[in-house]
């Protein structure tokens, strides 16, 4: 499980993140601080490697994450925090010793970096999981966003976004997803502008949407270069 927090430079910040994680069952492997922005607008970023025993536990924790930096978002409205969330299941871990801490490596590891870092390419802020987390779990709402083929992986990997609890979900969000799985499937049948019609009435219907954006703009460089006959749906990141 990867989290990568903004603005972690504010006070009772790092202890926040930390102690929600570590109530649900975490184990913290590894933090990092990075700085992006400008020289003038600095934006300080912490980045948390984690591991759980099972998927539900990774799950639980990502939603516990997210609900604590909602409040601290409902109190502190004028500087909101974001936080992005990738969580996938895998063995193929490793921890080495940097001289002050463990740092986790590995395949898994490099997949649940990606997953988290493919929130900026569909312009969100939210928790993107593996199918294979999800898998079994009727718990939970959840819209899958497609097929993406990360940097570094043989295979494509199926990528869903962890709405809420379903004892949590109201009609709307439900909607929603019935809504958006409408739409994926016109994208993947290769009807470019009916596609972008359906992803236009469903920011209309639900409000701004990231991956709604990246849909658009993928429809619109396929009506130009449109993808071979084999195509399959799979989005390809050259970057991620």
């Known amino acids: 499980m990867r989290i990568s927090v903004y603005g972690a430079d504010r006070a009772g910040i790092i202890a926040m993140v930390t ?11 590894d933090l990092e601080s990075d700085v992006a922005g400008s020289d003038e607008q600095p934006l300080y970023i912490l980045h948390i490697e984690g591991h759980a025993t099972e998927g539900f536990d990774a799950i639980e924790a990502a939603l516990e994450l997210v609900d604590a ?9 004028d500087t909101p925090l974001p936080t992005r969330v990738g969580v996938h299941v895998g063995k193929d871990m490793t921890l080495q010793w940097m001289g002050l801490s463990f740092v986790a490596n590995g395949f898994d590891v490099n997949v649940t970096q990606r997953i988290e870092s493919l929130n900026n390419d569909l312009k969100m802020v939210g928790i993107l999981v593996s199918q294979q987390v999800i898998d079994g779990f009727d718990i939970y709402l959840y819209r899958n966003l497609g097929r993406f083929h990360l940097v570094g992986m043989s295979e494509p990997l199926e990528i869903c976004e962890l709405m809420c609890r379903m004892t949590e979900a109201d009609v709307i ?3 929603s997803v019935t809504a958006w799985a409408g739409a994926l499937a016109v994208y993947c049948s290769r009807r470019w502008d009916e596609a972008i019609t359906f ?17 658009i703009e993928q429809c619109r ?12 749906g799979v989005v390809r990141l050259a970057n991620n």
């Not at 930096?69 to 409205?77: A, G, I, K, Q, S």
């Not at 460089?221 to 399959?232: E, F, G």
């Open 19 to 29: 102690k929600v994680l570590s109530e649900v069952g975490l184990d913290i492997l």
């Open 199 to 215: 992803f236009e009435a469903f920011e209309t219907a639900y409000g701004k949407d990231g991956p709604c954006r990246f849909y």
């Open 173 to 175: 969000r439900k909607e």
């Open 69 to 77: 930096v909602d409040d601290f978002n409902r109190t502190h409205p």
């Open 221 to 232: 460089q396929y009506k130009t270069n449109p993808p071979p006959d084999s195509w399959d």
